[in-house]
């Protein structure tokens, strides 16, 4: 996708994190995984079930359902310069973690949104070194833009 500076970036500074965003920037969402307790969100160096230390990385289908959203029709961040109205989402991967995101390629009216919507994740590359995960309805055609 288009590279947008109309948004503060994310600060990713936890090298358990890197392969997070590592992935993302090669259009790969992926997902540290507990040996035992399998997918789990956001990264960090203990499994937050079982308290193991034996994570791995997976990549993920990148397909998801919508959980819950909020249709944002003011920004309360100066700093964001993508114009309300603009859907913020907690979407629920495949591989069973929720992820807070954005919907594009949707209308922000209730009408066009529904709980359990299949969803799919496109990538925004924001600079060259952070991309971050959005999410778009199965079969959407992109509009070349998010929020």
Not at 54 to 59: G, K, L, N, Q, Y
Not at 99 to 116: F, G, I, R, S
Request: aromatic share 8%; charged share 20%; net charge negative.
């Amino acid at each position: 996708m288009q590279q947008s500076l109309d948004r503060p970036l994310p600060a990713p500074i936890t090298p358990e994190a890197e392969p997070y965003w590592e992935g993302l920037r090669n259009g790969k969402l992926m997902l540290p995984s507990c040996e035992k307790c399998g997918p789990f969100f956001y990264p960090r160096v203990l499994c937050p079930t079982c308290h193991s230390r034996d994570i791995s990385w997976i990549e993920a289908s990148g397909k998801a359902t919508l959980y819950s959203f909020e249709i944002a029709h003011q920004s309360l961040n100066p700093n964001f310069k993508v114009p309300p109205p603009y859907v913020l989402a907690l979407v629920e991967l495949d591989e069973g973690p929720r992820l807070l995101t954005n919907l594009v390629d949707v209308e922000p009216d209730p009408a066009a949104l529904k709980c359990d919507m299949p969803l799919e994740v496109v990538f925004e590359r924001l600079t060259d070194a952070i991309t971050i995960p959005q999410f778009r309805p199965v079969g959407a055609k992109a509009s070349g833009g998010g929020a």
